[in-house]
């Protein structure tokens, strides 16, 4: 049997065990454009993260084809573009995003927010996220994202993205 290091991300059936607060699974965190996110499961069946979100962040209108996704807020405000609405989201709320259903999410807010995000299935999510981890060129972010199955709408396809 192989054994799994730290540097990759192999799914397969869910692990047991705990994920620790203020860590990811396997110790794997990312910055991804000026947000931090903490693994804290991934399987073959789904794959969830914990994001910490300044103001001013946000992850502009996009798809995911393959995989339905869903946020639990714990602090903080999001507003949330959702098939055609700007909406807000706050602590305790959870927002349900089918797949195929165009999304955004912003921390349009003064302090920082905090969610709880999950895909079902997993996707190619994790292994984007450590292609994405300290990248800075939104051109790059947006090839790289469709390369793994995240769909990212044209510029200015949303008014007040």
């Given at each position: 049997?192989?054994?799994?290091?730290?540097d990759?991300?192999?799914?397969?059936?869910?692990?047991?065990?705990?994920?620790?607060?203020?860590?990811?699974?396997?110790?794997?965190?990312?910055?991804?454009?000026?947000?931090?996110?903490?693994?804290?499961?991934?399987?073959?069946?789904?794959?969830?993260?914990?994001?910490?979100d300044?103001?001013?962040?946000?992850?502009?209108?996009?798809?995911?084809?393959?995989?339905?996704?869903?946020?639990?807020?714990?602090?903080?405000?999001?507003?949330?573009?959702?098939?055609?609405?700007?909406?807000?989201?706050?602590?305790?709320?959870?927002?349900?995003?089918?797949?195929?259903?165009?999304?955004?999410?912003?921390?349009?807010?003064?302090?920082?927010?905090?969610?709880?995000?999950?895909?079902?299935?997993?996707?190619?999510?994790?292994?984007?996220?450590?292609?994405?981890?300290?990248?800075?060129?939104?051109?790059?972010?947006?090839?790289?994202?469709?390369?793994?199955?995240?769909?990212?709408?044209?510029?200015?396809?949303?008014?007040?993205?």
């Open positions: 049997m192989r054994r799994v290091t730290d990759e991300i192999v799914l397969g059936p869910l692990p047991k065990g705990i994920t620790r607060a203020k860590e990811g699974m396997r110790k794997r965190v990312w910055n991804v454009l000026g947000h931090t996110y903490y693994m804290k499961a991934a399987s073959d069946t789904s794959f969830a993260f914990e994001t910490l300044p103001p001013g962040t946000g992850v502009p209108p996009h798809v995911h084809p393959r995989q339905d996704e869903h946020i639990y807020v714990l602090e903080g405000v999001f507003t949330l573009y959702l098939d055609g609405r700007w909406e807000t989201a706050g602590p305790g709320d959870t927002v349900l995003m089918p797949m195929g259903l165009p999304h955004a999410y912003y921390n349009r807010s003064e302090q920082n927010s905090r969610a709880l995000f999950w895909v079902s299935p997993a996707g190619r999510l994790a292994e984007l996220f450590d292609k994405l981890h300290n990248l800075e060129d939104p051109a790059e972010v947006v090839k790289l994202s469709a390369e793994c199955g995240v769909d990212f709408l044209p510029a200015g396809a949303v008014e007040g993205a």
